[in-house]
Structure formats: C-alpha cells, structure tokens
C-alpha cells in the first residue's frame, strides 16, 4: 500500500443502484469498474470476475466523499483514508465485513478502513 501519489482511484461513471463500496477501504466505484480494473487500494482482493466483485464490495453504504489530496485532507485523516489513492469513498458500510475479507486483510497487513 504505502504512499499513493501519483495515482487516482478511478471514478464512478454512473451513481445510482449500481454502486458498490470496497469491504477492505471502502472506495465506491460501479460494479463493472470494479470488475474491469478491481479495487485500487487492495489489490490482493481479487475482483476479475462478478462474483468475486459481490463477495469483496457491498451496495448498503451511507454517505459519499471525494478524496482529491489524502495526505494534506481533513477528511481523509478523519476517515483514515490518507495513504489511499484519491478518488470517491463510502462512508460507511452496512453490515459486517465477511471473514474472507477480514484474513485478506490481516495476511496483506492491512488496517481495515474503521466503521463511522
């Protein structure tokens, strides 16, 4: 992970039913971005195919953000995003983040974005 600068989470094209938020950083981008170029922070989360976009993002988020500058934002520091890449994150997701995510997690050694 480490320091993202230089890249920029890609956006979403569409905001309606068809957004999800990343279980591991909780960026939102469509379902077919993620699929397409998976999640741009947890790389180790695979996301090649639908399935694996269902079991590594949700659609039951509150709340959007634009993170255009994590280092030097306030509410990147407020949601622990500040060594992400900039782009649009949820913030917060409903429910409870699937085992699978939670050791893909751990095994990348990676905090989970905390619940607001």
């Known amino acids: 992970m480490g320091d993202r600068e230089g890249i920029c ?4 094209r569409e905001f309606g039913k068809n957004l999800r938020a990343c279980w591991g950083c909780h960026l939102v981008k469509t379902a077919d971005q993620f699929a397409h170029s998976g999640c741009d922070n ?20 509150h709340g959007l953000t634009a993170i255009m500058e994590p280092n030097s934002s ?4 407020w949601q622990h995003l500040t ?29 989970p974005v905390p619940q607001l």
Request: charged share 30%; hydrophobic share 40%.
């Open 9 to 12: 989470a890609e956006i979403p």
């Open 42 to 61: 947890c790389d180790f989360l695979e996301m090649a195919d639908r399935e694996q976009v269902s079991e590594n993002t949700s659609p039951n988020f």
């Open 74 to 77: 306030w509410a990147a520091k």
């Open 83 to 111: 060594k992400k890449a900039p782009g649009v994150y949820a913030l917060s997701i409903q429910g409870k983040m699937p085992l699978h995510v939670e050791d893909a997690l751990k095994e990348a050694r990676v905090a």
